[in-house]
C-alpha cells in the first residue's frame, strides 16, 4: 500500500522543512510513503526547498491558481502516480506530521473513506472565542447539509481512499474543505474524524484577509455546492412557500368578493397573485434545477469511469521529481 502526502504551498521556505521533518517514512499499514509539493505559483525559494528537503515530487503552478486548484492538480497527480492513500496537509506546520498514523489508521483498516483531522476547534486556545463559536456554528451547518458525521468542517488534514480521490472534482478556487465535504455525503462515502495534534501558529492564515470574507466565501461555496446537489428539496420549498403566502391574499378577496363586500380590495388579489407567479415559477426552476443536478451526478459517473480507465491503461510511472503544471503536467528536465 502506497501513500502519498500532499503539501499545497505558496511561499512556504520557510516552514516548509519543519512540515516535511515531521512526515514519518514508516508506518504501519503503509508500504511505502512519498511526499509530494504543489507549488501553487511561489515567488520565494519554496521549490527549491523542497528539492533540499528530499521531497519525491514536485508539481509547479506557473502562476497562483489557489488552494483548491493546487489540491485538485496534487490530488489527480498522486493518483498518476499510484496513490492507494493520500494525505493532505498545510503547508504552514499548522498540522503534527506525527498524527499522519492516526489519521491513515481508519482507511488501512477499511472503516471509511474519508478521515478528517480534528483540531477540536471549539477548545482549541490557538483560535479566538469569536473564531470558535464561528467554527462550532460553521461545522454544524456543513454536518446537516452534507449528512456526515464531522467535527472539524474546515480542517485541511485529512486523508482520502484511493476511490473517494477519484470521485473529487473540486468547482471552487477558495477552498475544498467545505465543498468536498458536501460532495462526499452526496456520494455516500464514509467520512469520519479523527484527533490530531496541532503545532503552534507560525503565521496568520493568508486564505482570507479577514474572519468576515472567510465567512463570505465559505457561505458561497456550500450554498453552490448545496443548490448544485440538493436543488429540489431548495427550490421547491420555496416555491411552495411563496405559494402559502399568495394564497392567503387571494382567498381573502374571494372570501369579501364572495359576501359582496369586494370592492377596494383589488390590492389583495394582486398581491397575491404576484406571489403566486412567483411560486409557480421557482417550482419550475426547482424541477429543472433538479434536472439538472441528476445530469451532474451522471457526469460524474462518468468521469470517475474514465479516471479509473486511464488508472488502469497508465504506464508504470517513473516518477518525476518536478513537473509543471499547466495545460498538461510536463516533465522539466
Known sequence: MKLIVQIPCFNEEKTLPLVVAEIPRSIPGIDKVEIQVIDDGSTDSTVETAIACGVDHIIRNGHNKGLARSFQSGI???????????????????????????????????RAD????????????????????????????????????????????RAYSRDAALTIN????????????????????????????TNPTTRPSRLAKSTIRFLQKQL????????????????LWAGILMITIGLLPVLRFLY???????????????????????GYITVV?????????????????????LRRLEQDTLPPSANPQLQSSGQRNDDVQ
Open 114 to 157: 474519508i478521515a478528517i483531522g480534528d483540531r477540536n476547534p471549539g477548545e482549541n486556545r490557538e483560535f479566538s472565542w469569536a473564531k470558535r463559536q464561528l467554527q462550532k456554528f460553521g461545522t454544524h451547518v456543513v454536518r446537516s447539509l452534507a449528512q456526515v458525521d464531522v467535527s472539524d468542517a474546515v480542517s485541511g488534514f
Open 76 to 110: 489527480e497527480s498522486a493518483l498518476n502516480l499510484g496513490a492507494d492513500i493520500i494525505v493532505n496537509t498545510d503547508g504552514d506546520n499548522q498540522y503534527s506530521g506525527a498524527s499522519i498514523p492516526d489519521l491513515v489508521r481508519p482507511i488501512v483498516e477499511n
Open 170 to 197: 473540486v468547482m471552487t478556487r477558495f477552498s475544498y474543505t467545505t465543498e468536498t465535504l458536501i460532495h462526499a455525503g452526496q456520494h455516500g462515502l464514509k467520512v469520519v474524524s479523527v484527533p490530531v495534534s
Open 220 to 235: 458561497v461555496t456550500i450554498l453552490r455546492s448545496y443548490f448544485m446537489y440538493r436543488s429540489l428539496s431548495a427550490f
Open 285 to 305: 426552476i426547482a424541477f429543472l434545477s433538479d434536472a439538472l443536478a441528476t445530469n451532474r451526478r451522471l457526469t460524474e459517473s462518468v468521469l470517475q469511469r
Open 256 to 278: 369579501f368578493y364572495a359576501i359582496g363586500d369586494g370592492d377596494g380590495r383589488v390590492q389583495s388579489l394582486v398581491l397575491g397573485s404576484m406571489f403566486l407567479l412567483a
